[in-house]
């Protein structure tokens, strides 16, 4: 409260308030302090960045020098898929503790712009360097699939935080399975024309309305257990381990065929519902 001198006209704040106001200064930080889960949050766009910092300087930067080697650019590509992989189990596990746990007012905010970074940022960057190196790729469309990419998690993780949906659910592929999957679709060294409409087709499931179930109890688990799997199945082919090319192979198209199947389930479900529906509308209507 601000006091006027009725001799000066001059206006002052009384010292005690004065230092109350300073001790408030002093407290309000504290109701933003980071919890247990921002800092798993704040982990996940480290290893987003890291997969972004790994793909530069293993992949692009020596590709254009020309002191490429196979087995580094191997290595660097395994370095920043898993990094991606461990962005997800970050994202996994913040959501879960901060349920059971307190969360700051800024949860939700970090939530989103780590989720950007490792999800949206890194596969895209990744399918723009695959653009670039790969000898069939087109380096300007690689860009564009790039941009669609960065532009559906954009869409897709604003979309989240302004629509309300049935617990349970997400509307549209995850992020952190939308960009797996796009890495996964790169990995598998298909000809340019299918690994670019396969990316597209992704960046379009991700801002679509398909639903797709949160993980959650056992389906958490299941989700831990293939990303700790995908992490052994690109160590062996970074290494070169006999059959490495092969397990990976066939991780990655595991990893699209489910990208593919779970919106035909989800399809079927709700047509399912939608007969249910009416089939129970008309037995109401007989007499």
């Known amino acids: 409260m601000t006091v006027v001198?009725?001799?000066?006209?001059?206006g002052w704040v009384p010292e005690a308030e004065q230092e109350s106001d300073a001790d408030g200064a002093e407290d309000m930080p504290l109701s933003l302090r980071l919890s247990i889960a921002d800092t798993l949050t704040l982990g996940n766009a480290t290893c987003g960045f890291m997969a972004v910092y790994f793909t530069t300087t293993g992949i692009l930067i020596p590709h254009l020098t020309g002191s490429e080697e196979t087995g580094m650019a191997r290595h660097?590509?395994?370095t920043a898929v898993i990094l991606m992989l461990m962005a997800a189990i970050f994202d996994l596990f913040d959501g879960l503790v901060a349920r059971k746990l307190r969360s700051?007012?800024?949860?939700?905010?970090?939530d989103n712009l780590s989720d950007l970074i490792s999800f949206g940022l890194a596969p895209a960057y990744f399918v723009l360097v695959y653009g670039m190196v790969a000898d069939d790729a087109h380096q300007r469309v690689s860009a564009l699939a790039a941009i669609v990419v960065l532009l559906a998690v954009v869409l897709r993780l604003a979309r989240f935080s302004c629509v309300t949906l049935k617990d349970g659910m997400f509307q549209g592929m995850p992020s952190p399975f939308g960009a797996l999957t796009v890495v996964s679709i790169v990995l598998l060294e298909l000809p340019f024309i299918p690994t670019l409409l396969a990316i597209i087709g992704v960046a379009w499931l991700m801002v679509?309305?398909?639903?797709y179930p949160k993980p959650r109890g056992i389906l958490a688990v299941a989700m831990l257990s293939w990303i700790v799997s995908a992490m052994g199945l690109l160590a062996a082919w970074a290494f070169d381990a006999p059959g490495g090319q092969l397990l990976l192979q066939t991780g990655c198209a595991l990893q699209v065929v489910l990208g593919a199947v779970i919106p035909l389930f989800a399809t079927a479900r709700r047509v399912n519902t939608f007969r249910d529906n009416r089939r129970e509308a008309r037995a109401a209507q007989l007499p």
């Open 76 to 78: 660097s590509a395994a």
């Open 208 to 211: 679509s309305r398909v639903e």
């Open 5 to 10: 001198d009725p001799d000066t006209k001059v």
């Open 104 to 110: 700051s007012p800024m949860g939700a905010e970090l």
